[in-house]
């Protein structure tokens, strides 16, 4: 990946900071703390003093209209005090216990976890992020199965410990290639709108791959297949119509174990509590985070069926983590799980995300830039290409930092206009948190709008 990727979506500039309150603020930053997926050296992050619902407000008052909410996790919004109280309140009373001992948080949280989880995944092992979760649902697949390999998706991202990271077919793990994890195996689902054997072929072809790459590895080699429930950072890569419960057969006969990774598409951001849930599958584990807290505390969980769990009945589980299961972070995630209901946010995800559709349906008979969108409740994209008919696309697979030119164009603009979002290669995310309105929409689709007409300068 080029370096200055993750740099330029975040702030559109390499720029360094000046002038304004916030100035200090981000020197000290710059001056004494790393930035993630980031070079160090000419990078402008902005200033966030504090945010409410879908806006961001720097030091000198400037609002940001967040349109990938935060990093695809702020799905109740910024500044939610219900949070804060909640959260108060468990402190007041116990903000720490070893894992041995348990509190009420983690009790009633474990039982509404267990109520909203489909089939039999009645139990939950609490972690501290995506990735860890991933850890530990990798290592229980193995542990439960007796197997070794694990079988992902190239395009994918499940996180940044090493055994999440080589699960993933993100390039940002290739700095790190030479200490990879042994034993993953991945496999590559066509992309619909690239595949040039006719959409009516896909389902087929793709669901024959994997069955060869299930034979050639040896299915009694296989541990589980993990996957996302809706593709993310990748570029919300839809599967093909029918593709998981292909795969769900497939590992049922052969004793695979079927891991669906929530951690982005979990907790209404595609419309249902969990991305797999449209696609009318039951896995055997979930991996979640992100919209679980909301970000507003770091915290994770993988749901873990009844026929794993019971496997350690009368053997030791062989997984720990000194802060699984923290009550606060429990307490945060109940009252998280209270506003999703209270707030009707799946509702409103679904509703809002028919709009979006709209709304960059009409965008694509303005811009001749766009080439797909692919969207699932509030989880999606904009594909910015330079011809239509080649495909050609306006930055490539692990762009180059030559290769960005454009990009970095269109992303500084929409700093500028005031929108805070997700720009990969070439593509540009929709994902606002779940309590967006018509009104907000509208406000964020026109920036983008302003902003991809540069991209329409270099169409051929």
């Not at 806006?55 to 005090?81: A, C, E, P, T, W």
């Not at 770091?298 to 923290?326: E, N």
């Not at 500084?412 to 929709?430: C, E, P, S």
């Amino acid at each position: 990946m080029a370096e200055t990727e993750i740099s330029y979506k975040l702030s559109g500039s390499q720029n360094p900071p000046s002038g304004g309150r916030g100035a200090l603020v981000i020197q000290d930053c710059l001056d004494h703390t790393l930035f993630s997926w980031s070079k160090q050296k000419g990078i402008a992050p902005l200033a966030i003093k504090y945010g409410k619902g879908v806006y961001l407000y720097d030091y000198d008052d400037k609002r940001y209209i967040d349109f990938s909410s935060g990093l695809m996790n702020v799905n109740i919004g910024h500044g939610d005090q219900r949070i804060t109280e909640a959260v108060v309140k468990q402190m007041q009373e116990i903000s720490y216990v070893t894992p041995g001992c348990v509190t009420k948080a983690r009790g009633d949280l474990g039982k509404k976890l267990a109520a909203i989880c489909p089939g039999d995944l009645n139990k939950a092992f609490f972690t501290l992020c995506g990735a860890t979760s991933i850890e530990n649902a990798i290592k229980l697949a193995r542990m439960a199965t007796g197997r070794h390999k694990i079988i992902s998706r190239y395009q994918s991202y499940h996180g940044s410990s090493i055994g999440a990271m080589t699960a993933s077919g993100d390039p940002r793990k290739l700095p790190a290639d030479a200490q990879q994890a042994p034993n993953f195996v991945h496999v590559d689902i066509p992309n619909a709108y690239r595949y040039p054997h006719g959409e009516e072929n896909l389902l087929k072809d793709s669901i024959d791959q994997f069955e060869r790459i299930v034979a050639y590895e040896g299915a009694a080699n296989i541990a589980a297949v993990l996957l996302e429930g809706e593709s993310g950072t990748s570029g919300c890569l839809k599967y093909p119509d029918g593709y998981l419960k292909g795969v769900r057969e497939i590992c049922s006969n052969n004793g695979i174990l079927l891991i669906m990774d929530e951690v982005m598409s979990g907790f209404g951001r595609t419309g249902q509590w969990f991305g797999f849930q449209n696609h009318g599958i039951v896995p055997d584990m979930i991996a979640m985070a992100k919209g679980l807290t909301c970000g507003y505390l770091p915290f994770g969980c993988l749901m873990v069926s009844d026929k794993i769990s019971a496997q350690y009945d009368d053997k030791m589980l062989a997984l720990g983590l000194t802060y699984s299961a923290h009550p606060v972070a429990c307490a945060a995630a109940l009252e998280t799980l209270k506003i999703y209901e209270e707030d009707n946010l799946f509702e409103n995800a679904r509703s809002m995300g028919q709009y979006v559709n709209e709304q960059v349906a009409l965008l694509k008979q303005k811009h001749p830039s766009i080439g797909d969108f692919r969207n699932t409740g509030l989880l999606g994209c904009i594909e910015l290409v330079k011809n239509r008919i080649t495909k050609e696309p306006m930055a490539p697979f692990n762009a180059k930092s030559e290769e960005m030119v454009i990009m970095n164009k269109v992303a500084a603009k929409i700093k500028d206009l005031g929108m805070y979002t997700f720009v990969r290669w070439g593509l540009v995310f929709i994902a606002p948190p779940l309590c967006v309105t018509k009104d907000q929409i509208d406000e964020g689709i026109a920036i983008i709008s302003e902003a991809i007409s540069i991209a329409d300068e270099y169409v051929n």
